[in-house]
């Protein structure tokens, strides 16, 4: 079908295939464009920058100036929520997150209590970002999911294959089910913040599903999300979910059937085709694109973009990154990809 009088990315989360697909990406808001270079640099901290609603709106509101993407995603981090709990966060230039390492002995020093009033700045970025956006825009907001979020937490940074996260699980699996408890009712409390201020869809992210033993992805990471989905319908019955499980492969469909989800988030490494033959016909379907082909441009952008556009036409899809945008990716190349998209028929 042709475009439609609701918003573009709500009607294909509704299962409805859009022509030409809605599109963003994945870290759009971000170091790639230059005037988010020169805010940052005038901003101080990482989080500074996310707490500061004024700045965090302006973020989020750039791509959408510079490109016109069919959904802005709220500029924060996932890491947002242990910093909420009370485990000390910051971010060192070059070397990414840096927190406490947690065990089996620091439950007491997590409150959960406190993040609503923690988070608050978010909410009020939503807020901001929603009362300025064109009116065919879609607000996205966003949390990480437990498994991922427990992996940065328990590592005290990040972890290629989650191997302190994964040692926790084995010695201490009760504490390791009592970490992600209080990540899912942190996570949904955040989430329906963010709903309540203004987010129109919500994606979560499990950045580390590659990390989890295939015996353990549903307890460890379907379930959970299932739950903070559920407990955030709870509150928001109509609010879609999209769920990115990196990495996490022939397990997508199992995503896709049990975490109550609307559409299902393809990485780069996962032939789309095959999974768009294994979940249901209205299950919409992000992603694909290789980050490292956006950054390199031309042609090979092209035939790509092209093959992602021939496997999803008469299908629910949004045109998206298999990953987050890399930062050496010329602008140029994003120009050049959302004309191509938005130039199918």
Known sequence: MTRTQIKPVLAVLAGQPVTPAPVWLMRQA?????????????????MTLCFTPALA?????????????????????????????????????????????????DFARLDPHAVGNTLAPIAETVARVRS?????????????????????MVAGGSSAESEDLRRFAATHSAGCDRLLDTLVE?????????????????????????????????????DPIRRIIEAVRRQCPAIPF?????????????????????????????????????????????GNLDPMVLAVGGASQDSAIEAILSETRGHPHIFNLGHGIRQETPVGHVARMINQVRSAR
Do not use: C
């Open 57 to 105: 709106a302006e973020v989020t509101l750039q791509p959408i100036r510079r490109f016109g993407f069919d959904a802005a995603i709220l500029f924060s981090d996932i890491l947002v929520i242990p910093h909420a709990l009370g485990q000390r966060l910051h971010f060192a230039d070059g070397e990414g997150p840096k927190l406490e390492r947690f065990g089996p002995a």
């Open 30 to 46: 971000g170091r790639y464009l230059p005037e988010y270079r020169q805010l940052r640099a005038t901003a101080g901290d990482f």
């Open 132 to 152: 300025d956006l064109p009116a065919d825009v879609t607000l996205i907001g966003f949390a990480g999911a437990p498994w991922t979020v427990a992996s940065y």
């Open 242 to 286: 999209i769920v990115f499980p990196r990495g996490a492969g022939l397990h997508l469909p199992l995503y896709a059937a049990a975490t109550g989800a609307n559409a299902i988030g393809v990485d780069y490494q996962t032939r789309l085709q095959t999974i768009r033959q294994n979940v249901p016909e209205t299950m919409a379907t992000q």
């Open 186 to 222: 942190a996570t949904a409390t955040y989430l329906v913040a963010q709903v309540r201020a203004g987010a129109e869809v919500l994606q979560l992210f499990e950045s580390w599903a590659a990390t989890l033993p295939a015996p353990l992805v549903s307890r460890y990471s379907v």
